[in-house]
């Protein structure tokens, strides 16, 4: 039973361009949230996606956007990147609503120069 | 607002002994659940345990158990009988209620040493 999946596993960008991230959910699961993890620091929530629709949102600016296919897999987008965005970006999927049953990817590291 | 705070930056065990992180949070929520992560070097965040806020009894599974006083509202974890595999980060999070969307709240995290 495959777990989550993301890709790319590592990424190199330079400041002021753009990045899609991608994950695929867990078997079973619908539902679709991102967390950003500075360095050093824990998960802070991005946003959630459930029947193709962004249903809650975390303290990030419209930079940030994403998308959830019919499959359920997602997208994460960030626009004119900064050196702050630099960070491991984890994926968990669950059913909706979410109750206990969170399973994370291993992430992708995103380095801004 | 909702808060989870781990005040033990970084922690030291002997290998075979029992240690326990501590975790404190903050909701004027009455349903919420705790979970205990182990983050290793890979980065992909392992669920060890979880504990609901209606839960009377204290969770286990296997090595590890959460220590819940609700009145205080900590929700420390237990690892007992230490192994070198244990040596990683350890968030405590807090979730969110589910019909409001059920994020998840971590805390700074501890990072765990095993000695041998």
């Known amino acids: 039973d495959a777990g989550v999946t993301q890709s790319p596993t590592h990424l190199i960008k330079t400041r002021g361009q753009q990045v899609t991230l991608r994950c695929s959910p867990k078997?079973?699961?619908?539902?679709v949230s991102w967390y950003q993890q500075a360095l050093g620091q824990g998960p802070q929530f991005i946003f959630q996606?459930?029947?193709?629709?962004?249903?809650q949102r975390g303290n990030f600016p419209d930079r940030f956007s994403g998308h959830q296919f019919p499959n359920y897999s997602s997208e994460l987008n960030v626009n004119a990147l900064l050196l702050g965005d630099s960070a491991l970006y984890l994926c968990?999927?669950?059913?909706?609503?979410?109750?206990?049953?969170?399973?994370f990817g291993s992430g992708t590291r995103l380095t801004v120069v | 607002a909702q808060k989870i705070t781990q005040t033990q930056p970084g922690m030291f065990v002997q290998e075979k002994e029992a240690v326990t992180l501590d975790c404190t949070y903050d909701?004027?929520?009455?349903?919420?659940?705790l979970f205990w992560y182990k983050q290793p070097s890979s980065g992909e965040m392992i669920f060890l345990i979880y504990?609901?806020?209606?839960?009377?009894q204290n969770a286990t599974e296997g090595r590890y158990s959460l220590n819940f006083q609700k009145a205080r509202k900590s929700a420390n974890l237990v690892i007992s009988a230490s192994q070198l595999g244990d040596s990683a980060m350890y968030f405590c999070?807090?979730?969110?209620?589910?019909?409001?969307?059920?994020?998840?709240?971590f805390g700074q995290g501890t990072e765990l040493s095993v000695k041998p």
């Open positions: 968990a999927s669950s059913l909706y609503p979410p109750i206990y049953g969170y399973t």
């Open positions: 078997s079973g699961h619908d539902t």
């Open positions: 996606y459930y029947e193709e629709e962004e249903r």
């Open positions: 909701t004027s929520d009455q349903s919420y659940g």
């Open positions: 504990q609901g806020s209606y839960d009377e």
């Open positions: 999070a807090m979730r969110e209620v589910p019909n409001q969307g059920g994020k998840l709240i």
